[in-house]
């Protein structure tokens, strides 16, 4: 268990009293029995090692479907439970559902970008949970072309996305995904853009995007395996043939990999990448020749990761091979092998490279240094470039919707914890850029009432560890405030800075608000994920801790009030942190955690595992089964103290199953000493991302601040 310092508790206590000072009223938990989930004893043995698990039976929904009325019985009994020691608060809830939703501007309309001749949107409506997707051709005083209804196409639905929008080279057709079930399996329609007409043919099991070939009636798409959910072939479609008898243009063999398929931003090829978290490779074909066979760009390399954006007249590489932060490198458009490839941007220590979006006379390179995003507009034909300056010392900047490729226009999004989503167009020749746009908050957001601070906590071997934090101006450092800390630390995913509306409530109320940039994360370059992963993946946990206690220390909170909340692998650092520091956090908010995994990397049927093992390790392996189950958190559960505890999970999950963070909570029940509250919910209808709608998901947020907002003491 991770120690606080005695003087440091001192301090803390101190504050804490000072803070309870304030007109707060304690919240009176209902005096009921929570649910006692069966206990049926289940054995693995691995590695000669063997563990009883009493609630892997929770899977039987997974495995066999609806009829598992024991899963469901169970899963019922935690709601009920939830809704009971929740209704004190129903009130309270209420009233955040409607504050955060009147914070948003129902009538509204996204910045048309443009793409080969027309323009394209969405607008939403009043009292609309959905959105109306739209174009205009050549100009915006065109009239409008209503291409999809999505709010009429939800109805009657408890679950519905639309994506994947594509339109055919000629403008006439256009392909999309729907998914009613939140497992992210798509089924693929097409629309006749002239007509009207929603043709018959359906091609089900797929991501729900589609990659034209320039002959506007072939189309080539992604297929899931049915059960693991893995992307597994590659299929090309020819309009008004059985889609049952699409042929199979590529089959991945490595069930550790991820394909898809795609096309190039300037229409000249279409491309295959097939990728997984150390090495991947690509093939390609002209678009002008769909039944061309694909050509293998460069053959997959051992710990090579590389991927290809086209010029006019070359490829671009953006590859680490032999540059831990990735380089660019370029070849001619006939001569593809690693042999051939020259570098064109360097590696550098102390910069990520990202990204890079292509134009006819620019690139624009996405970079990250010092855990900052960066723009640098590089011109194809002086050589020259320049950075974007963004005038702030904690933002998040990044390239968005550029469709087109003939252009000299890049359009950009810009925000911060304070400054809402704000979108720019910047002309890369004379260096103009022009506000397009700026997240519209009702009921007069003033930046100016908020303050944000970049700070520094030192990890136990050391390191450096960023914490971004906002609060509302007022805020005093005396120990006495309630603190929120957000953490992933996974799979290189960066949780920069950014504006949210209903993070006001939370800010509005005294709360404070950060995020620990933890390794595992790529935030101050690859390394950073790289240290955060596999056999050093308890880096993640500790550099959290020693974040929290980094904040009680520098006295913007105390024990007693500070809080943690993470999600799906960020769900994974919230049990592991539960377990190491319990007494460390007043409360927890654990979303779709990935709490069980030691038997999920084990079992090769659940979505995901095999795609996995570069991340956290193959538990086949001794060794690695032995440091996996050292902190999966449902290995870990212990006869001790927890924190006051709401973990939230969808039946339909297919990134997390939902019976990982139901198994957590019923060990969590049987095992633990102490009487905080253990509260559980499951979206009978939902999966990973939660509510579909705009605002159904308000309703989520409303429950996890009330919880916080209940263990804090504050009622309105």
């Not at 804490?16 to 289940?42: F, L, M, R, T």
């Not at 910045?111 to 949107?121: D, E, I, M, S």
Request: with cysteine; proline share 3%.
């Amino acid at each position: 268990m991770n120690k606080i310092n005695i003087p440091m508790i001192l301090l803390t206590l101190l504050a804490s009293c000072a803070g309870n000072q304030q007109k707060k009223k304690a919240y009176e938990w209902p005096a009921v029995e929570a649910p006692e989930a069966d206990k049926i004893p289940h054995e693995r043995v691995l590695h000669g090692d063997t563990v009883v698990d009493n609630y892997y039976w929770m899977i039987d929904y997974f495995k066999n479907g609806p009829d598992s009325s024991r899963v469901i019985e169970y899963l019922n009994a935690e709601n009920k439970y939830l809704d009971t020691m929740m209704k004190g608060t129903e009130g309270f809830q209420e009233k955040l559902f409607k504050e955060l939703k009147d914070r948003i501007k129902e009538k509204d309309e996204s910045v048309p970008y443009f793409k080969n001749g027309y323009y394209y949107y969405t607008r939403t409506e009043d009292g609309k949970q959905y959105y109306k997707f739209c174009r205009k051709k050549e100009t915006l005083d065109a009239a409008e072309e209503l291409l999809l209804d999505v709010d009429d196409m939800a109805e009657g639905h408890a679950y519905f996305s639309a994506g994947g929008f594509s339109v055919s080279p000629d403008n006439k057709l256009m392909a999309f995904g729907i998914d009613t079930v939140s497992r992210r399996e798509y089924v693929i329609h097409i629309k006749n853009l002239e007509t009207g007409e929603l043709y018959a043919e359906k091609i089900k099991g797929t991501t729900g995007s589609v990659a034209w070939a320039n002959d506007n009636r072939s189309f080539f798409y992604t297929s899931k395996n049915p059960v693991t959910l893995l992307t597994e072939k590659i299929k090309k479609h020819v309009l008004g043939e059985d889609s049952e008898s699409d042929k199979i243009v590529y089959e991945e063999n490595d069930n550790t990999n991820y394909i898809g398929v795609g096309r190039s931003k300037s229409g000249k090829f279409i491309y295959i990448y097939s990728g997984a978290t150390t090495s991947s490779e690509t093939r390609f074909i002209s678009a002008d020749e769909p039944n061309a066979e694909f050509k293998v760009f460069q053959p997959r390399m051992k710990d090579v990761l590389y991927e290809v954006t086209a010029l006019e007249d070359k490829f671009l590489i953006l590859t680490n091979k032999d540059a831990l932060n990735f380089k660019l490198m370029e070849c001619p458009l006939d001569q593809t092998s690693i042999a051939h490839w020259k570098e064109m941007i360097p590696h550098r220590k102390d910069v990520l490279l990202e990204d890079v979006d292509e134009f006819k006379d620019f690139l624009v390179v996405s970079e990250r240094k010092d855990g900052l995003t960066r723009l640098n507009i590089k011109s194809l034909k002086s050589g020259e470039d320049h950075y974007l300056d963004f005038g702030e010392e904690a933002y998040t900047a990044y390239a968005t919707a550029n469709m087109e490729y003939n252009t000299d226009v890049l359009r950009y999004n810009y925000t911060s914890l304070t400054t809402p989503s704000s979108t720019y167009d910047y002309h890369m020749g004379t260096r103009d850029r022009k506000l397009l746009k700026q997240q519209e908050v009702l009921g007069g957001y003033k930046p100016s009432d908020y303050h944000t601070e970049r700070l520094y906590a030192k990890a136990k071997d050391g390191t450096k560890i960023p914490i971004s934090l906002v609060y509302k101006k007022g805020f005093k450092k005396d120990g006495s405030a309630p603190l929120l800390l957000y953490g992933y630390g996974s799979y290189g995913a960066s949780m920069d800075p950014t504006f949210s509306s209903t993070r006001l409530s939370l800010l509005d109320r005294g709360f404070v608000y950060a995020i620990a940039h933890i390794r595992g994360g790529q935030e101050m370059g690859r390394q950073w994920y790289e240290d955060g992963k596999m056999m050093k993946k308890k880096n993640t946990f500790t550099d959290f801790i020693d974040c929290g206690e980094h904040l009680i220390d520098q006295r913007y909170t105390s024990l007693g009030h500070l809080y943690a909340q993470g999600g799906s692998a960020g769900g994974l650092l919230m049990g592991a942190v539960s377990n190491m520091a319990p007494d460390l956090w007043k409360g927890i908010i654990a979303q779709v955690p990935f709490v069980d995994v030691v038997n999920t990397m084990l079992d090769e049927t659940i979505p995901l595992t095999t795609n996995e093992f570069d991340e956290w390790g193959n538990p086949k392996n001794k060794e690695a089964y032995e440091y996996i189950k050292s902190y999966s958190p449902y290995e870990q559960i212990e006869p001790k103290a927890y924190p006051n505890i709401l973990v939230t999970t969808g039946l339909h999950d297919s990134q997390v199953q939902y019976f990982e963070p139901a198994k957590w909570v019923a060990k969590l029940r049987a095992s633990k000493t102490d009487q905080h509250v253990l509260l559980l919910k499951t979206d009978m209808e939902v999966g990973h991302g939660g509510a579909s709608g705009r605002f159904d998901y308000l309703k989520d947020i409303a429950l996890n601040y009330a919880f916080l907002f209940a263990l804090e003491g504050v009622v309105k």
